[in-house]
């Protein structure tokens, strides 16, 4: 394992473990908060997305707190340096947190698709039970998670160009494609639902695509910054930690956008 000398050891575990609490708190609220209310059984695949997203939230957050783990890419290859309690646990069970912590962290953007093809399918599918809604748009999450497992490599292009971009791309495409779809049918179906119902569905579909849009501000730079040391070979070393903290950053945004 690599070890960073100086002052940036407490830099990451100031910054990584901050995050870590105060995302996992506010995620664990927030899915304490969703089923302390008595909702109709008509926003069921609401409740369950929101939970799933909060989930997925407090198990990355909870998981940065206890590794204070970021990340260092050094031209080609990378390491993950953890400052945390994890790192000093048997390796049978830093190595199953570490596991963990990868998928959480690419459950971001893999994630993405489920809660706007939960609204599409309630919209333009209403004859589907909740369990098929859900089996449907959890489904495509899953194999999108399962195929990121078997892509993991220490190589950076590796890790990138079979990883990150394939899922990405899916993700978001279905994300757009069923963001455009509810809006026509949100906008067609205006003056034939409740005021009531559309009232929810429109605070629901703007929930959605401010979680979607924000995790794509707040990693839009360090992400341009990983692509352009890609492109010209730049050792992106401390500059990686800007990914890091982005990183851990989106989960404690995307649960403000709900509360």
């Avoid at 890609?230 to 851990?248: E, K, P, R, V």
Wanted: hydrophobic share 55%.
């Amino acid at each position: 394992m690599m070890i960073m000398t100086s002052f940036w050891p407490v830099v990451c575990r100031i910054f990584v473990g901050t995050e870590g609490v105060l995302g996992a708190l506010l995620n664990v609220i927030v899915i304490a908060l969703i089923w302390r209310k008595r909702l109709s059984k008509n926003v069921t695949t609401y409740r369950v997305g929101v939970t799933v997203t909060a989930f997925q939230g407090a198990l990355q957050n909870t998981l940065a707190a206890l590794s204070c783990q970021v990340h260092l890419f050094h031209y080609d290859q990378y390491a993950i340096v953890m400052y945390g309690p994890v790192a000093w646990a048997p390796k049978y069970v830093s190595d199953i947190l570490l596991f963990l912590f990868v998928m959480a962290a690419f459950g971001i953007w893999e994630l993405i698709p489920s809660s706007c093809m939960l609204q599409y399918l309630a919209l333009s599918k209403p004859h589907y039970s909740y369990v098929r809604r859900l089996f449907t748009a959890y489904g495509v999450c899953i194999a999108l998670i399962v195929y990121s497992i078997y892509t993991q490599d220490r190589s950076v292009l590796v890790l990138a160009g079979l990883g990150v971009f394939p899922t990405y791309s899916v993700g978001y495409f279905i994300f757009f494609y069923c963001c455009r779809q509810s809006y026509q049918i949100l906008n067609a179906l205006g003056g034939i639902r409740s005021e009531r119902t559309m009232q929810m569905q429109r605070k629901f579909f703007i929930m959605i695509i401010l979680q979607a849009f924000l995790p794509l501000v707040i990693l839009s730079m360090p992400l341009g910054l990983f692509g352009v040391a890609i492109i010209t070979g730049m050792a992106m070393d401390l500059n990686t930690l800007a990914l890091s903290f982005s990183l851990w950053l989106v989960p404690i945004v995307q649960v403000v956008i709900i509360l």
